[in-house]
Structures are given as C-alpha cells and as structure tokens.
C-alpha cells in the first residue's frame, strides 16, 4: 500500500522528456540546458577518471 501511495505522488512528476521539450520549442517557449556537469562528465572530454561511461555532452543536441 504504501508503494502505491509513493506512485501516486511520483505520476504527476514522471513525462516524456523529448516530447514535452519539444512541445515548448514548439510552441515558442525558451528551454535552457545546463551543460557543464555533462561536459566534465563525458567520455571523451571530461575530466578523467571522474567520467561517466559514455557520452553525456549537449553537442549531439539540435534543432530540427
């Protein structure tokens, strides 16, 4: 019970990213993207051995 209690309150947080980001491009709105943890957590231009195991840099990101 007290599991269920927990997703009830977590179901009104949990959204598909990509779409509702996509939806406030869209729609005008101004998102901002935070990139300096990603940067020095990145494979390949973070700050080794404190790096994640894969690539988590914004440079992959566009506007389609």
């Given at each position: 019970?007290?599991?269920?209690?927990?997703?009830?309150?977590?179901?009104?947080?949990?959204?598909?990213?990509?779409?509702?980001?996509?939806?406030?491009?869209?729609?005008?709105?101004?998102?901002?993207?935070?990139?300096a943890?990603?940067?020095?957590?990145?494979?390949?231009?973070?700050?080794?051995?404190?790096?994640?195991?894969?690539?988590?840099?914004l440079t992959?990101?566009?506007?389609?």
């Amino acid at each position: 019970d007290s599991l269920l209690a927990i997703g009830a309150w977590l179901r009104p947080l949990i959204a598909d990213v990509p779409d509702l980001l996509r939806s406030a491009l869209d729609s005008g709105r101004r998102v901002l993207f935070e990139g300096a943890q990603s940067v020095l957590l990145d494979v390949d231009y973070g700050t080794y051995p404190y790096v994640t195991s894969s690539n988590s840099c914004l440079t992959k990101m566009s506007r389609r």
